[in-house]
């Protein structure tokens, strides 16, 4: 059975174990009640690599006072289960107190961070960039693999990594969805059945938006409005944010190439993001 460690040592000497036999280090970051979304990265993880590490740890830094820390599922040996079947090597899942021992220092990526998500979560990704700088450290990987469905941290961590020089390739992976289009999330445990059929309006509107782009509509506002309009049907949705942001900087645009389509909609009191990406940044 996959091996579960806790310190930091205990990961580190498996991963110098794994190097002194000249093997390739992989690593996954998650925050465990892994899904196939995470199974996918696993996968994807294993296949370029001869040692995967996945982190399972749920990490306070990153919620806000009135977020869902407390409430965020945990499944240790579902998520074990789950990474023997895709082929990884080990899980880190240590706690708060192994990862944060009275840390006075944080990572802050600046202006990407400000739009987005971050807008309405403004803590968020100094915790992420904290935590996942902290995993780069300690794990030492030659890669690192991050779903494209969190488009805005897998951006950021891209920015961090150029701008702090770690010597790692960061692999973004495409959105994994259920048979109805919903973006598998572990928060979409939280939603009941009426809620699970209401959520469905994220990925319908952002197809009609893209259907959009697709035939020629050339003005973002247009193609916001009518993502708006669709969300806006749904009773039970609040838009959180509908935004068109620019690749590079995250900044709202008019252009409907290389772009970032972005959503976030309350379903109830459940938070969830989808995105599309048309072309590619420049940076």
Request: glycine share 6%; aromatic share 6%.
């Amino acid at each position: 059975m996959i091996p579960v460690v806790k310190t930091i040592d205990e990961i580190r000497s498996a991963v110098k174990t794994a190097k002194k036999q000249g093997k390739t280090v992989g690593l996954v970051p998650t925050m465990g009640f892994l899904h196939e979304g995470h199974k996918s990265l696993i996968v994807r993880a294993v296949s370029e690599n001869d040692f995967v590490v996945v982190s399972d740890f749920v990490n306070p830094t990153q919620f806000g006072p009135n977020e869902d820390f407390e409430s965020y599922p945990r499944d240790i040996e579902k998520d074990r289960l789950m990474c023997e079947e895709a082929g990884a090597d080990i899980i880190f899942n240590p706690e708060p107190s192994e990862m944060y021992d009275n840390a006075l220092t944080t990572v802050s990526v600046d202006k990407i961070t400000k739009t987005l998500c971050g807008a309405s979560r403004p803590i968020h990704f100094a915790g992420v960039a904290t935590v996942v700088s902290k995993l780069f450290n300690i794990v030492a990987p030659d890669r690192a693999y991050f779903g494209e469905k969190d488009a805005q941290q897998l951006l950021v961590i891209k920015k961090m990594v150029k701008d702090l020089n770690f010597d790692i390739d960061i692999i973004g992976c495409p959105i994994i969805r259920e048979d109805d289009g919903l973006a598998k999330s572990s928060r979409n445990t939280y939603l009941n059945p009426d809620e699970r059929k209401a959520a469905l309006c994220l990925s319908r509107a952002l197809n009609i938006g893209k259907a959009m782009i697709d035939s020629g509509e050339t003005s973002a506002k247009a193609v916001k409005d009518a993502i708006i309009s669709e969300i806006e049907k749904e009773p039970l949705a609040r838009i959180d944010y509908v935004e068109i942001a620019d690749l590079d900087t995250l900044e709202s645009t008019d252009k409907t190439e290389g772009i970032l389509c972005a959503i976030a909609v309350y379903i109830g009191k459940t938070r969830l993001i989808d995105n599309f990406i048309i072309g590619e940044g420049t940076k």
